[in-house]
């Protein structure tokens, strides 16, 4: 069983957005990838919900069912989904959902966000999925001019010319251009956001054990990246986990991959033993941050 629902952002925006409701167990968020409509998470959420959980799944500004009729001169920044999409959705499930433990599983850029909504800090359980800094440096030798010239030249030129960035280029959704060229100026960046004017403390008040999840042949997401971003939250116990096709039994797994129902018996059950059940896991590691909880190995 679901329900459509409109959700306010932190600033009055109306999100569009899907209650799944399962028991009266823990409530998950699912954030996005960039570009990516909440419809794409939808068997992931279903199947949750059957294991006891209430999934709630949502568009970001400029996306999906929370875009304007008009995307030209629609105004929205990147950090606005994290600070106001992301914030105005943990009020909505704390508001509706009392007393309910919030767990969040961010998907892409839906980890990178995190620590910009400030109720974050309620969250009791997070699973990343290809989280990532976008810094096109990270990436290897081989993909990086094609990297460079996206953030560079292809992406803020159009975004100009256009209007907005036309899905069609690559990135799924038309994305609003501020988004665009906001999320370019990051990339450029050694430093991602955190060289921008984006507040970042949030991230080292993040406390809630941190499952993170990246794969051998994620183009968009390789593992220095993914281990980059997962140093800013410094205070969560994080575990990673980087795993390729052959030791999940499968061709490829890539950016997206994870969603598919074909990983149900095992992706989504490690996944579902995390955010549901935390008293079945063994602790997790005594200090934060990524070295605290990684080991040798494709499994921490």
């Given at each position: 069983?679901?329900?459509?629902?409109?959700?306010?952002?932190?600033?009055?925006?109306?999100?569009?957005?899907?209650?799944?409701?399962?028991?009266?167990?823990?409530?998950?968020?699912?954030?996005?990838?960039?570009?990516?409509?909440?419809?794409?998470?939808?068997?992931?959420?279903?199947?949750?919900?059957?294991?006891?959980?209430?999934?709630?799944?949502?568009?970001?500004?400029?996306?999906?069912?929370s875009r304007p009729h008009r995307l030209r001169g629609f105004s929205a920044r990147m950090r606005d989904w994290?600070?106001?999409?992301?914030?105005?959705?943990?009020?909505?499930?704390?508001?509706?959902?009392?007393?309910?433990?919030?767990?969040?599983?961010?998907?892409?850029?839906?980890?990178?966000?995190?620590?910009?909504?400030?109720?974050?800090?309620?969250?009791?359980?997070?699973?990343?999925?290809?989280?990532?800094?976008?810094?096109?440096?990270?990436?290897?030798?081989?993909?990086?001019?094609?990297?460079?010239?996206?953030?560079?030249?292809?992406?803020?030129?159009?975004?100009?010319?256009?209007?907005?960035?036309?899905?069609?280029?690559?990135?799924?959704?038309?994305?609003?251009?501020?988004?665009?060229?906001?999320?370019?100026?990051?990339?450029?960046?050694?430093?991602?956001?955190?060289?921008?004017?984006?507040?970042?403390?949030?991230?080292?008040?993040?406390?809630?054990?941190?499952?993170?999840?990246?794969?051998?042949?994620?183009?968009?997401?390789?593992?220095?990246?993914?281990?980059?971003?997962?140093?800013?939250?410094?205070?969560?116990?994080?575990?990673?986990?980087?795993?390729?096709?052959?030791?999940?039994?499968?061709?490829?797994?890539?950016?997206?991959?994870?969603?598919?129902?074909?990983?149900?018996?095992?992706?989504?059950?490690?996944?579902?033993?995390?955010?549901?059940?935390?008293?079945?896991?063994?602790?997790?590691?005594?200090?934060?941050?990524?070295?605290?909880?990684?080991?040798?190995?494709?499994?921490?």
């Amino acid at each position: 069983m679901h329900d459509a629902v409109r959700i306010s952002a932190a600033d009055g925006y109306a999100l569009g957005g899907t209650v799944f409701d399962g028991a009266r167990g823990p409530v998950v968020v699912v954030n996005g990838a960039t570009g990516v409509r909440q419809r794409y998470y939808a068997r992931f959420a279903h199947w949750l919900a059957d294991e006891g959980a209430t999934v709630v799944t949502y568009d970001y500004r400029g996306i999906g069912e929370s875009r304007p009729h008009r995307l030209r001169g629609f105004s929205a920044r990147m950090r606005d989904w994290g600070q106001l999409d992301l914030e105005g959705v943990l009020r909505f499930v704390h508001g509706v959902f009392p007393g309910r433990p919030v767990a969040v599983i961010g998907h892409s850029v839906g980890g990178q966000l995190l620590g910009l909504a400030p109720s974050i800090t309620h969250v009791a359980r997070v699973v990343t999925v290809g989280a990532q800094s976008g810094y096109w440096g990270h990436w290897p030798l081989s993909t990086k001019v094609a990297f460079a010239s996206l953030w560079y030249g292809v992406m803020p030129i159009t975004s100009k010319a256009v209007g907005y960035f036309p899905g069609q280029l690559g990135i799924g959704e038309h994305l609003p251009r501020g988004v665009a060229e906001e999320w370019a100026r990051w990339c450029r960046s050694e430093g991602y956001f955190t060289d921008d004017d984006v507040p970042t403390d949030g991230y080292a008040r993040v406390t809630a054990p941190l499952l993170a999840w990246s794969f051998t042949d994620d183009g968009y997401a390789p593992r220095a990246a993914v281990d980059w971003l997962h140093r800013l939250y410094a205070s969560a116990p994080v575990v990673r986990r980087h795993l390729s096709p052959r030791e999940l039994g499968v061709k490829r797994v890539g950016h997206f991959g994870f969603f598919r129902e074909c990983f149900r018996d095992s992706l989504w059950e490690d996944a579902a033993s995390w955010l549901l059940r935390p008293a079945m896991l063994p602790p997790a590691a005594s200090a934060g941050g990524v070295k605290a909880a990684e080991r040798d190995g494709s499994r921490a």
